[in-house]
């Protein structure tokens, strides 16, 4: 094959015609925009400011009512943002819920396991939970807030594949996972100190002591 | 250091990596052997572990693009098309038609050259040392057509949050064209090479049998899900990009052996081949990038986006706190959900297959540590 470059980029095609003939790509589910206030007519030139929490839409279907009647006051929230939807529920009550999502509503596949901080609030992490259920071609989000130092069941004993993603979470926030078969850091040395994807732990940050120690250098920066 | 344990006295502990030439990369593995029969194994992960998801906590939207090139280094468009998507997503834009198009294209000639040095480098490590050759010298087009479209071969940062940068370059479609007819002999190639070959089948039938079953429990998705038998593809499940418009097969295998594996991958490389063809034929005209800010603020929020990359599932989730950097920034690779099955697929079998199944796994190591 040759090398036919030339050096003068292809001028932009016009832009009329032929785009109808190709629909835009889109998976089906309808995002409903969140609804950003407009401001009245002819207001100044500052744009609306988005508010500061998640627009989200209430969830409802046959998967919540299920979980409702099994789990009840249990579970805090359902709701849906930009098509995606997702349940909130009490950090002792996650496990069952993944366990009745897999047996009863074919959610069989554990996609990720993650954990973000927030080391303002009281309750410092958010843990979530994303499954897919091949038989319904449908992905939801399981999220719970836990304190630093609550250790949270393992859900290896639901999903083997929670094995690793539970130790990088460790590695990686120093949540502890009960029950977990094989608690050790997995990315990082064994003998780290600290948990990089903590907020407050700095990009320029390295555990010093370990890296003269094995790396005989006073910086890995 | 995980701790080598003598369980009883004839099981032998051995290390294969970090520096082995059939790891692929910096991955080590603790073998535990009885004569040649392994018993168990241990992965030792993180070698090239860079913080990847703390950097993209520290960049904007647009900084950070270039970095999950370095993820999958060998299939770095379609790390950089689920991550464009996934930004896309939380500002709820679309990329254009033509963007989406051109998209499509280099996704799918990507697919073909991480496919093509999976090849390569798969039957060296069992011990045919010509289609490494044929597969470089193939792939070598694939990488000429990204050096002409954006300057770059491996990391190329070809998409843009919101659509492309560049315009196709004049000869772009009739070169594309040119290399899916030139193409598709050669994997015919491969295939006599291979495909019947009785030492190639004798190493590679029956060996690390992964069912279906055990697949979705481990979370195991792309090529090896698909050897199994279960025929799920995120881009006709959940189509993102414009993929429903084109017309295209998942191939599957029947016993998710190692086997089922190389032939399901040597038909993606097929279809991926079909799909370029059908998109470089319709490119739409019009704009390549949509109205996207300039400085880029998503609403307060949280997406996962999903897609199919040559591995398996890539997905990003990204939680915004409305301002010009993400507040956490999640990358769910398909190399480390996957390397977490190699366990289970070696255990019971000889040690000569341990590579085998390291090769049919198609890790890389940028993607398993990031």
Request: proline share 7%.
């Amino acid at each position: 094959m040759a090398d036919e470059q030339k050096p003068e980029g292809s001028p932009a095609p016009p832009p009329s015609g032929g785009e109808a003939a190709s629909p835009m790509g889109k998976p089906a589910t309808p995002a409903p925009k969140p609804a950003v206030p407009k401001p009245a007519a002819a207001a100044h030139a500052a744009p609306p400011k988005p508010p500061a929490v998640m627009l989200t839409t209430p969830w409802e279907s046959d998967i919540t009512e299920l979980l409702k009647e099994h789990f009840g006051g249990d579970i805090t929230e359902f709701s849906t943002y930009l098509g995606q939807s997702f349940l909130v529920a009490k950090p002792d009550a996650v496990i069952a819920i993944l366990d009745t999502l897999k047996l009863d509503l074919d959610f069989d596949y554990l996609v990720d396991v993650t954990a973000v901080d927030y080391p303002k609030r009281a309750d410092r992490f958010d843990l979530v939970y994303i499954l897919y259920s091949f038989a319904r071609n449908e992905r939801i989000r399981v999220k719970t807030v836990i304190p630093d130092g609550y250790t949270p069941a393992t859900a290896v004993t639901v999903h083997l594949t929670a094995n690793w993603l539970e130790r990088e979470v460790f590695d990686m926030f120093g949540i502890q996972f009960a029950g977990h078969p094989d608690m050790r850091r997995i990315l990082l040395p064994e003998e780290w100190q600290g948990y990089p994807l903590r907020k407050d732990y700095g990009i320029l940050q390295q555990d010093d002591g370990w890296v003269r120690e094995n790396l005989g250098i006073e910086s890995g920066q | 250091m995980p701790e080598a344990t003598f369980l009883d006295a004839t099981e032998l502990v051995i290390n294969m990596g970090p520096q082995h030439p059939s790891t692929h990369g910096v991955l080590r593995v603790i073998l535990k052997l009885d004569g040649e029969k392994v018993n168990g194994t241990e992965c030792v992960i993180g070698y090239l572990h860079r913080g990847v998801e703390k950097i993209g906590e520290n960049r904007t939207y647009q900084q950070f693009a270039p970095y999950v090139d370095r993820m999958d280094y060998v299939a770095s468009v379609s790390n950089g098309l689920g991550y464009c998507l996934a930004v896309e997503k939380l500002l709820n834009i679309e990329a254009p038609p033509r963007a989406q198009a051109v998209r499509v294209i280099l996704t799918e000639l990507n697919r073909i050259a991480s496919h093509l040095l999976w090849l390569g480098t798969h039957a060296l490590d069992i011990g045919a040392i010509t289609p490494v050759f044929y597969c470089l010298r193939e792939r070598e087009e694939v990488l000429k057509i990204f050096e002409n479209y954006c300057g770059a071969r491996l990391t190329t940062h070809a998409f843009r949050i919101g659509g492309l940068q560049y315009e196709t370059y004049d000869g772009f479609e009739e070169e594309v064209k040119k290399f899916c007819d030139w193409f598709i002999p050669k994997v015919d190639e491969y295939e006599e090479l291979l495909t019947n070959n009785r030492i190639w089948m004798g190493r590679l039938k029956g060996v690390g049998v992964l069912s279906a079953e055990e697949c979705k429990e481990y979370g195991v998705t792309g090529p090896v899900l698909r050897a199994a038998g279960v025929q799920w593809d995120l881009r006709k499940a959940q189509p993102y990009s414009g993929y429903e418009q084109y017309e295209f097969d998942i191939p599957t295998g029947e016993n998710g052996d190692t086997y089922d594996r190389y032939t399901v991958r040597m038909e993606e490389m097929r279809q991926a081949t079909r799909i370029v063809r059908q998109a470089v034929d319709r490119i739409p005209s019009g704009p390549i990038m949509g109205k996207v800010p300039k400085v880029v603020k998503p609403p307060v929020g949280e997406v996962y986006v999903a897609i199919e990359a040559p591995k398996g599932e890539l997905g990003y989730f990204i939680v915004s706190d409305n301002s010009t950097q993400p507040y956490r920034m999640r990358v769910r690779p398909p190399s480390f959900v996957n390397l977490q099955a190699l366990d289970c697929m070696v255990r019971g079998g000889l040690v000569a297959d341990v590579v085998a199944i390291i090769g049919t796994l198609d890790i890389v190591l940028g993607e398993v540590d990031r």
